[in-house]
């Protein structure tokens, strides 16, 4: 037998909500200058503390090699950008490819090896992962053709540092589009912008230090690798991420629930 | 070392200044439909008019869709006397044929017929088909398309407007929970109708005519030449030539009907490889004819070759990354010029990505799609996906049109609904609130013992007459 209907004589939702086809989020022109704004005022306070971040950044991945225990040999300055003057970064000891031959080949087999079970398991992924197969075998016809090949750690930093302070000078213009424009709260999309600030450079010194761990421990086999999976394309991914968050809290807030 | 760095830099330059002007583009269409109070849908005239119509349903070797289809749309709110079925039979080896008999001879608004030889693909079917049509309006559904009762009145409506020639509705996927390709599809799909066609079409802007869910004026496609048989994208094709010779082509988002997608990356991947062919196909032919075009505004034309040329962004996106590695990891990157060269290299990569990100999330919020919504970072590997795809069709396209061989072929999509309860049908509209114009043959007649209704409201043919 049916269950009566608890909600019965009530609307299932407070109002009827339009059919998709017809349903729209008008842009104001203040929301308008409001996202120019917020996308002018942080792109300069990044420019102009540029120097100030890089150093936080680098303190911040200074401690987490501390905090596990990787030893660094001291500090060196490094120059990002003519404008932003030396920056000192961390000098991460690594052993090289030719004191530990072994070591390095079985890396590469396993990171190969792994990629080639993935490549065959997950068709979607194909594409993406030709680009860490092909940086890979290249790191390793590196180690193997040009023995005489110099790559440490001050060098990966400095090339890490010229594209993250690039993309913190540029995210919050994508910010102003993705949450400040679109969002149905003006509010929340200030907010996602600000903490998407906020994150780049944080969660940029936390990938920072990983490579840099990786690199003491396996050597320079991984550098470019882990430089495309967790550089500026990993960027993009937890952009893409808060965008999606961020669409999916705004839209129960819009739109609403049913009550049934 | 110098002419290598100069050549990344003209690559890298040029593919700055093709996808900037593809990601403008894909921001004001995102902007625009987000703030568009009134979209020009023409659902007021619904009903008002009601012409002749003739519905070619072309199937090859879809004796797991046909009898879903063909029933939605005699369950169609239509009335009989103004509307014919055509259902073609395009030389199956399957089923299909017996189905499509089967529904011919209990409904008089059906009519079968059979194709055994000939020119293989859609475009070619549809000519043998439109030969037979008596209606002044030509409606086109695929086999695995379910179109709601009004359906027919929907697309029917724009053709009051004498210059309209050809009418657009929106598909949507039905089964996006099918896997995680289908899902990704399913966002794609939103913002490829909702934001897409919907901006262009009010924009004034090119609208296209996909060759399903929509239709076309017979005495319109005749003055264009009809169908062309060559076309691996015979849609495409149309709609070019419409718009060339000055007809309308409008676009009616709220005539949803439902489809299936591509459920695994090989089905996916021919589709979007036919589609990458038969669109640079299209370029090749129209491009200066199109440009030339005495019936088309600026906005039109530039919008045309947007729209012709959108798969070689793929390449040229190949071309730019490997220059920007290129010229990121040599002394070129330490000095001031290479700033700039860096800055546009992260903001093409950031920046050109987004604006399709933006479509698509613009898309999602609109539809209200949340559960889709937490899956478009994962649109990362579709658009890696795609791009080696469309890399590897553009490819064969112009080393066959060099060798004289290459991939001519009409790879025929595959079907997953396939008799046990796996089409993943949300019954009244995606559960979001969404009608979809009528629901798609609730109570209608099944064809006696040909066809069983499943749990989920599909009729399933007999292939699938297993379930209690």
């Known amino acids: 037998m049916r269950e009566p209907d608890r909600n019965q004589g009530v609307m299932r939702r407070e109002f009827i909500y339009p059919h998709r086809s017809v349903r729209s989020f008008p842009l104001s022109r203040m929301r308008a200058w409001v996202a120019l704004g917020t996308a002018l005022s942080l792109s300069s306070v990044v420019a102009y503390l540029g120097s100030s971040l890089l150093g936080a950044h680098d303190r911040l991945s200074w401690w987490i090699l501390k905090v596990t225990r990787i030893p660094s040999l001291g500090a060196r300055a490094v120059e990002i950008f003519p404008f932003l003057g030396s920056i000192t970064v961390p000098d991460i000891s690594f052993p090289s490819s030719r004191a530990i031959p072994l070591r390095t080949g079985v890396f590469f087999a396993i990171c190969v090896a792994g990629l080639i079970a993935l490549y065959r398991k997950i068709p979607l992924g194909r594409s993406f992962l030709t680009f860490p197969l092909i940086m890979i075998c290249a790191a390793g016809a590196v180690i193997v053709l040009n023995p005489s090949f110099y790559f440490d750690s001050a060098m990966y930093e400095k090339t890490w540092l010229r594209g993250e302070i690039l993309v913190w000078i540029l995210l919050p213009w994508v910010s102003a589009f993705l949450f400040v424009l679109t969002l149905p709260s003006l509010a929340a999309g200030l907010v996602w912008s600000l903490w998407t600030e906020a994150y780049a450079i944080i969660w940029s010194a936390v990938r920072l230090a990983f490579c840099l761990g990786t690199l003491h421990y396996t050597g320079i086999l991984f550098l470019p690798l882990l430089w495309f999976c967790f550089g500026i394309l990993f960027d993009l991914v937890y952009v893409l991420l808060f965008y999606s968050m961020a669409l999916h809290f705004s839209s129960k807030r819009s739109a609403g629930e049913r009550k049934s | ?468």
């Open chain 2, 1 to 468: 070392m110098i002419i290598l760095i100069l050549i990344c830099k003209i690559c890298l330059i040029f593919t700055i200044v093709v996808l900037t002007a593809y990601a403008i583009r894909h921001h004001l269409f995102a902007l625009f439909r987000l703030s568009l109070r009134k979209s020009r849908d023409m659902m007021e005239l619904v009903g008002f008019t009601t012409p002749k119509v003739s519905v070619l349903v072309p199937m090859h070797n879809e004796e797991k869709v046909a009898a879903d289809v063909l029933q939605a749309l005699v369950d169609c709110d239509y009335d009989w006397e103004k509307i014919e079925i055509l259902a073609i039979d395009d030389r199956s080896s399957d089923g299909t044929g017996e189905i499509i008999d089967e529904f011919a001879a209990r409904y008089p608004i059906v009519k079968a017929i059979h194709r055994s030889r000939g020119e293989g693909g859609k475009g070619a079917a549809l000519k043998y088909a439109s030969r037979q049509a008596s209606g002044e309006i030509l409606l086109l559904f695929d086999a695995d398309y379910i179109p709601g009762r009004s359906m027919i009145k929907f697309l029917v409506a724009p053709f009051c407007d004498p210059e309209v020639g050809a009418v657009m509705g929106r598909v949507v996927p039905h089964n996006g929970d099918a896997s995680l390709l289908a899902g990704l599809l399913e966002l794609e799909r939103g913002a490829g109708y909702q934001i897409g066609q919907q901006a262009r079409y009010n924009l004034g802007l090119t609208p296209q005519f996909g060759g399903t869910v929509g239709g076309v004026r017979a005495s319109v496609l005749k003055a264009v030449g009809g169908w062309n048989v060559q076309s691996l994208t015979e849609d495409t094709d149309l709609t070019f030539r419409l718009l060339m010779h000055g007809w309308k082509i409008a676009y009616v988002n709220r005539a949803e009907c439902e489809e299936e997608v591509p459920e695994s990356w090989q089905v996916r991947s021919r589709q979007i490889r036919r589609w990458a062919t038969g669109h640079t196909e299209c370029l090749h032919t129209f491009w200066r004819e199109w440009l030339h075009g005495k019936f088309l505004t600026p906005a039109e034309k530039i919008d045309g070759i947007f729209v012709m040329a959108c798969y070689w962004t793929a390449p040229i996106l190949v071309l730019g990354w490997l220059a920007s590695l290129v010229l990121f990891f040599t002394q070129q990157s330490y000095n001031m010029i290479a700033f700039w060269v860096a800055l546009s290299f992260i903001g093409y990569q950031m920046f050109g990505n987004q604006a399709t990100f933006l479509e698509l999330g613009s898309a999602a919020l609109l539809d209200n799609n949340r559960r889709r919504m937490l899956l478009l970072p994962l649109n990362l590997f579709n658009f890696f996906a795609s791009t080696g795809a469309i890399c590897r069709a553009l490819g064969t396209f112009y080393i066959g049109g060099i060798f004289g061989s290459g991939d001519h072929y009409w790879h025929k999509t595959e079907r997953y609904r396939n008799g046990n309860g796996s089409a993943h049908r949300n019954g009244n509209g995606n559960g979001n609130g969404n009608g979809n114009g009528g629901s798609n043959g609730n109570g209608g007649k099944s064809a006696g013992k040909l066809l069983v209704r499943a749990p989920n409201g599909l009729y399933l043919s007999r292939q699938g007459a297993n379930l209690p």
